[in-house]
């Protein structure tokens, strides 16, 4: 591990000031950044530590809800108004990594994880997210948990949150603010596709804090989590599928999907939401939906399988959603 400093500030605005000294990082719960650290995948010069700022509360605003990015993902899953209102979201995070994790990681730690893709944490492996220019190892290598969606040349590593993902199909906000300001960023475009920049995971300027994550009200509907990984106790997704399904008797009014494990962010099947629209509940219904959702796939060899396990994941949801008694 290389060398660096540290400090806690004592608030916010002396936080978003100790950002801007060479090379700092903030450090929120540690459970990514410090692994990467070790293996010197990121080498920050400075650590912001984060952890005692008062940005853990959950809140409602005006029917929203407003979660603070220091809020853990345990606090944030077991909280009532999510339970209750965003059981996806409560599912979600209680699928992602382990109970002892969970209580250290926070939300706005989650969105910025990073990739799981093997090469990246093997430091003597060409990664252009790690070292640009350097190639990809996954490319032609052992490709078997990489995208489907979305990839590109330069990097065909997937997004690893499960969070993410469910907060894609809610349409949440995140507010982030740096020393010029504040501004708020949809989730659709917080994440990006590699394309020739994959060391670039989001759209976050230098020096910004994620400060909250706002979710608008619910979506009238059912919710539903399913997520299929190679272990049970704890592991990241192959595939994964948040859907919401608004019905009106036996017609679906509305629908929402996102998928994760499939591309380097989370994945919103909008072809296959409005193919839903007007449809009646059916396994074809489904199953159809489940094709648009895959349409353009792409394996690179290994991961050949995941095209049919995402078209079958985004089937079996819908179905299960179908048959969920109403929230
Ligand atoms: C064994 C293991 C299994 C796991 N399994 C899963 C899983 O199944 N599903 C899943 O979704 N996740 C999984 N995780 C990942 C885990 O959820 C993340 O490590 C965690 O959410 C990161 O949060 P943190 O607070 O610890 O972030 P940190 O490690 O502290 O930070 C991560 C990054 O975010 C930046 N950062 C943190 N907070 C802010 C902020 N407010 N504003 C700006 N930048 C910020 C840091 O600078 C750093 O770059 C697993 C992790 C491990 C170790
Ligand atoms: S897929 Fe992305 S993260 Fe993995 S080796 Fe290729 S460039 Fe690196």
Redesign the pocket.
Known sequence: MRAFSYERPADLPAALVAIGKPGA???????????LMKIEA?TPQHLVD?ARLP?GEIVEENGSLRIG??AT?SDLAAHARVRERYPLLSRALL????GQ?RN???T???L??RTRCYYFYDPSAPCNKRAPGSGCSALHGYNRIHAILGASDACIAVH????AVALAALDAEIEVRSASGARRIAIADFHRLPDATPQKDTN?EPG????AVILPPPPGGRQIYRKVRDRAS????LVSVAAVLDLDGERIRAARIALGGVAHRPWRALDAERQLVGATLSDDAFAAAGEAAVKGAQGRGHNDFKIQLAARSVARALADAAKQRMI
Request: aromatic share 6%; net charge negative.
């Open positions: 990082k903030f450090l929120a719960g540690g459970t990514n950044l410090l692994d990121e984060i940005l990015a220091m993902n699928n992602g990594a382990s994790l250290q990681a926070t706005g730690g989650n910025l994880q690893p949150s499960d969070m976050l910004e804090l994620i400060t704890y592991d990241f997704a």
